[in-house]
């Protein structure tokens, strides 16, 4: 079972498009471990108490305040763990299995919250080349390069430019409850990447965990369900096609565009050195550190500076507002508490010297 604290809990974190639904599905093939299809229930989860970038009908700025003033922070983190560690358990208790892997990759906006609320669970990082993944964008769902770099800034924009700078930083953490997985490595070495994940997990290694099996049940359960790769359900057996799929998928606009946000140092961290060589032959240099973080500094400006809508500052402003009018009414009763008792106090001493 999934303790409180997150003790039997592996997180599955990886940028989108980084075949995390393929390590995902082979997991799930063993026999002690529950891998569903990105359960996302941490996202939303986290967020209960906090106003984002949106305002729901019912006012989310009230309702964070309400919240936070009925439980207490120290309350919300203790209902937030007992309900997290519940929704696993009922899942696992269904099936008879004892490990739980939670599979949703924009877990990346959550990694201090997550680290203060499971300190128990382990996180494998599914690591792949950056220039794959933007190719993989590209040809699944159409998302262009200039889109990835922020231009319209939308949800997949944030991968490259939050998510990718987090995934380097991951690469360089020594927490033992972390695992760096290579994509390549996943494809071209999947016995020993298996053994090196089981270990890690707390789980005896299964031959299982390195076929795909079309028919069998992880299969069947991501064909029914609408999240993840779905390119995964016409794929026979593990291969290595995807490789170099930058090579093949993005022009050359593209790569000069994706070199603005994609510094030289951050494809050393990661490991694809011989895609800085190629990237070079064709004439393309990648940014310093110092450019790039610049770059999505200045896209992200916009909402980091005022991403609050107008009626969320307002619809504080009212409950701001209210708190000072409940203030005040609290002060004029207890005003006329205190001239009623004197009135009262001065009949009857009335009442009194009348009847002497």
Same mark, same amino acid.
């Given at each position: 079972? &999934?303790?409180?604290?997150?003790?039997?809990?592996?997180?599955l974190?990886?940028?989108?498009?980084?075949?995390?639904?393929?390590?995902?599905?082979?997991?799930?093939?063993?026999?002690? *471990?529950?891998?569903? #299809?990105?359960p996302? *229930?941490?996202? #939303?989860?986290?967020?209960?108490?906090k &106003?984002?970038h949106?305002?729901?009908?019912?006012?989310?700025?009230?309702?964070?305040?309400?919240?936070?003033?009925?439980?207490?922070?120290?309350g919300?983190?203790?209902?937030t763990?007992n309900?997290a560690s519940e929704?696993?358990?009922?899942?696992l208790?269904?099936?008879?299995?004892?490990?739980?892997?939670?599979?949703?990759?924009?877990y990346?906006?959550?990694?201090?919250?997550?680290?203060?609320?499971?300190?128990? +669970?382990?996180?494998?990082?599914? *690591?792949?080349?950056?220039?794959?993944?933007a190719?993989?964008?590209?040809?699944?769902?159409?998302?262009?390069?200039?889109?990835?770099s922020?231009?319209?800034l939308?949800?997949y924009?944030y991968?490259?430019l939050?998510?990718?700078?987090?995934?380097?930083?991951a690469?360089s953490?020594s927490?033992?409850?972390?695992?760096? &997985?290579?994509?390549e490595?996943?494809?071209t070495?999947?016995?020993e990447?298996?053994?090196?994940i089981? =270990?890690?997990?707390?789980?005896?290694?299964?031959?299982?965990t390195?076929?795909l099996?079309?028919?069998?049940?992880a299969?069947i359960?991501?064909r029914?369900?609408?999240?993840?790769?779905?390119k995964?359900?016409?794929?026979?057996?593990i291969?290595?096609?995807s490789?170099?799929?930058?090579?093949?998928?993005?022009?050359?606009?593209?790569?000069?565009?994706?070199a603005?946000?994609?510094s030289?140092?951050?494809m050393? +961290?990661?490991?694809?050195?011989?895609?800085?060589?190629?990237?070079?032959?064709?004439g393309?240099?990648l940014?310093?550190?110092?450019?790039?973080?610049?770059?999505?500094?200045?896209?992200? /400006? #916009?909402?980091s500076?005022? +991403?609050? #809508? /107008?009626?969320?500052?307002?619809? =504080?402003?009212l409950?701001?507002?209210?708190?000072a009018?409940?203030?005040?009414?609290?002060?004029?009763?207890?005003? &006329?508490?205190?001239?009623?008792?004197? *009135?009262?106090?001065?009949e009857?001493?009335?009442?009194?010297?009348?009847?002497?």
């Amino acid at each position: 079972m &999934v303790t409180k604290s997150g003790k039997n809990l592996t997180l599955l974190l990886s940028l989108p498009r980084s075949g995390s639904t393929l390590l995902n599905i082979l997991l799930a093939s063993h026999p002690d *471990v529950l891998a569903p #299809p990105e359960p996302w *229930v941490l996202l #939303p989860l986290l967020h209960l108490g906090k &106003v984002g970038h949106w305002e729901r009908d019912f006012g989310a700025a009230h309702a964070s305040e309400a919240i936070h003033e009925f439980l207490g922070d120290d309350g919300l983190r203790r209902l937030t763990q007992n309900f997290a560690s519940e929704a696993y358990n009922q899942a696992l208790s269904r099936c008879g299995k004892h490990f739980f892997l939670d599979k949703t990759p924009r877990y990346y906006h959550l990694l201090d919250e997550l680290g203060t609320l499971l300190p128990d +669970s382990k996180y494998i990082w599914l *690591v792949r080349d950056p220039f794959d993944i933007a190719a993989s964008y590209k040809s699944t769902w159409e998302i262009s390069s200039s889109e990835l770099s922020g231009s319209p800034l939308t949800q997949y924009s944030y991968d490259f430019l939050v998510g990718l700078p987090l995934v380097v930083k991951a690469c360089s953490s020594s927490d033992r409850n972390r695992l760096i &997985v290579r994509y390549e490595d996943l494809v071209t070495k999947p016995i020993e990447s298996m053994h090196e994940i089981s =270990k890690f997990m707390g789980v005896r290694y299964d031959p299982a965990t390195t076929r795909l099996e079309p028919n069998g049940p992880a299969m069947i359960a991501q064909r029914h369900n609408g999240s993840g790769d779905r390119k995964i359900l016409r794929t026979k057996a593990i291969h290595t096609a995807s490789i170099g799929l930058w090579e093949r998928e993005l022009s050359d606009a593209d790569l000069h565009i994706l070199a603005k946000i994609i510094s030289r140092t951050m494809m050393e +961290s990661l490991g694809f050195v011989s895609t800085i060589y190629a990237l070079e032959k064709r004439g393309v240099q990648l940014a310093n550190d110092l450019s790039s973080e610049r770059y999505r500094k200045t896209i992200l /400006k #916009p909402v980091s500076t005022d +991403s609050t #809508p /107008k009626y969320i500052n307002q619809t =504080k402003q009212l409950t701001t507002d209210l708190k000072a009018v409940r203030a005040d009414a609290d002060a004029r009763l207890e005003q &006329v508490q205190k001239l009623t008792t004197l *009135v009262k106090q001065h009949e009857a001493e009335s009442a009194n010297r009348g009847g002497q």
